[in-house]
């Protein structure tokens, strides 16, 4: 049986352009995968207590109310924008791998991998917290099936936010987004690649990369469900302060939110939303971790074709 420590697995000889590409196309099939979950996970968190008696009364009433396609209201920003914040997210997550062990075909520790994912989750706030704003703020628009929203897309908002508040706009909940993200890509890569490594043992006599899309997505799965366990709380409170009334100001602002959500709805209210976010990361987290690793494993090889 080969030793896991060699053996990197098709993210382990990443890098570079290959990781931008890879990270892109999983990206957008997380999306088209997890967004009306999502939707029903960002309107339960910034609602008080009362609107929604849970998830399920939650997508009722959006389809109800605004049709099948009120669960995709949003859904244009993190298409584009998680494209380009996904393959920023791997090729610093590969690069955060690589500088610890010195080479991109060598296989981290476990607490290697926390350090590299909890690394790229800051470099991925960049991007991440100005599509998530975008995001948030749409979904929370309700109507009916027919009626103009407010914004019909995260241009016409962005351009809005800007004029009204200036750069501010934009950067609103930068460093929520980054308290969130930390915990949340450390757990996430982590469940990923001790699920992979145990499979790989398993099934395919310790070589990663004889593992097929099944055991892949499994490990995917398991990478986004400790996403959301590691770092729920902290997303309920950067939805609360992305939806505002303005910008806030300093760092306090963090903790302020949390004093307000406790103070409504007690400790119950850093968790509502968190069934359909687990459920959404299980489809969405297979999908994007086994897209990333089936694409790295074709321009890898492809890549051996050509030299």
Known sequence: MADAREDGGAGGTGGGWKDFVAGSVAG?????????????????????????????????????NEGLLGMYKGMASPLVGIAAVNSLLFWAYS???????????????????????AGAGVVN???????????????????????????????????????QFGARGIAWGFWATVAREIPAYAAFYTGFEFAKRRFAQALAGGDADRLGPLPL?????????SYWVASYPLDVVKSRVQNSA????????????AREIAAEQGWRGFFRGFSPSVLRSIPAAAVTFATYELVMRALNSGQRQLQ
């Open 28 to 64: 957008a099939a997380q999306v088209v995968v997890g967004h009306p979950l999502d939707t029903i996970k960002v309107r339960m968190q910034i609602e008080g207590p009362g609107v929604f008696r849970g998830p399920v009364d939650c997508l009722l009433k959006t389809v109800r």
């Open 95 to 117: 690069l955060g791998k690589t500088l610890q062990t010195g080479s991109p075909a060598a296989t981290p520790t476990l607490g290697q991998v926390a350090i590299a994912g």
């Open 125 to 163: 706030s960049v991007l991440a917290s100005p599509v998530e704003l975008l995001k948030v703020r749409l979904q929370a628009q309700y109507g009916s099936p027919g009626s103009a929203p407010a914004f019909r897309g995260p241009v016409a908002l962005a351009r809005h936010l800007v004029r």
């Open 217 to 225: 997505m499994a490990s995917g799965s398991v990478g986004g469900v």
């Open 246 to 257: 303005a910008p806030p100001r300093g760092l306090g602002y963090i903790a302020a939110a």
